[in-house]
T-cell receptor
Framework: DAGVIQSPRHEVTEMGQEVTLRCKPISGHNSLFWYRQTMMRGLELLIYFNNNVPIDDSGMPEDRFSAKMPNASFSTLKIQPSEPRDSAVYFC?????????????FGEGSWLTVV | AQSVTQPDIHITVSEGASLELRCNYSYGATPYLFWYVQSPGQGLQLLLKYFSGDTLVQGIKGFEAEFKRSQSSFNLRKPSVHWSDAAEYFCAVGADGGNEKLTFGTGTRLTIIP
């Protein structure tokens, strides 16, 4: 089975540009997560969807960040405008629904560098 | 709020030696506990998880972990490490009540020497 698929794998962009990260969760999974990983802050949950509805976006750093899930097989994380401090690895993950203890499967990440 | 502490930032172990990575959690009720491994440039892969029942859980790649409620710990062990085990290891805790959010520790980087 295909795992969680993220694109792009690597992106280098200039400060002020818009960045869009994409995610395709595992088929049949109805929970989707966006995490950010940095050396300073480790792994942080940005936002969590269940059945395409945002359940918890308390981790979204500021208004420059937005996430959508228009259907069960696609989600985007957008940063506009981007800043150098947004440089990080962004992971998308999915699981089989809103039940505690479900295994969360991670994609390979999108490595973002903002210069 | 739940939290996880991994007190060891970096551990070096000789190939063939035993390994124990420490994890302490803070959560008021019965936690859901996980260990993930991250190889360089890769995403996180689940090694094992604990919900309830037997406090010693077996995972993939020969790893096991033991839940000790009295010590609020969930340490990861392997009797004999291989060079391919070099990676970053993350402990995570999840809350009950239908919320799937995981809180991760800061990770322990494992180096294997010949």
């Amino acid at each position: 089975d295909a795992g969680v698929i993220q694109s792009p794998r690597h992106e280098v962009t200039e400060m002020g540009q818009e960045v869009t990260l994409r995610c395709k969760p595992i088929s049949g999974h109805n929970s989707l997560f966006w995490y950010r990983q940095t050396m300073m802050r480790g792994l942080e949950l940005l936002i969590y969807f269940n059945n395409n509805v945002p359940i918890d976006d308390s981790g979204m750093p500021e208004d420059r960040f937005s996430a959508k899930m228009p259907n069960a097989s696609f989600s985007t994380l957008k940063i506009q405008p981007s800043e150098p401090r947004d440089s990080a690895v962004y992971f998308c993950a999915s699981s089989m629904g809103q039940r505690s203890g479900n295994t969360i499967y991670f994609g390979e990440g999108s490595w973002l560098t903002v210069v | 709020a739940q939290s996880v502490t991994q007190p060891d930032i970096h551990i070096t172990v000789s190939e063939g030696a035993s390994l124990e990575l420490r994890c302490n959690y803070s959560y008021g009720a019965t936690p859901y506990l996980f260990w993930y491994v991250q190889s360089p440039g890769q995403g996180l892969q689940l090694l094992l998880k604990y919900f309830s029942g037997d406090t010693l859980v077996q995972g993939i790649k020969g790893f096991e972990a033991e839940f000790k409620r009295s010590q609020s710990s969930f340490n990861l062990r392997k009797p004999s490490v291989h060079w391919s085990d070099a990676a970053e290891y993350f402990c995570a805790v999840g809350a009950d009540g239908g919320n799937e959010k995981l809180t991760f520790g800061t990770g322990t980087r494992l180096t294997i020497i010949p």
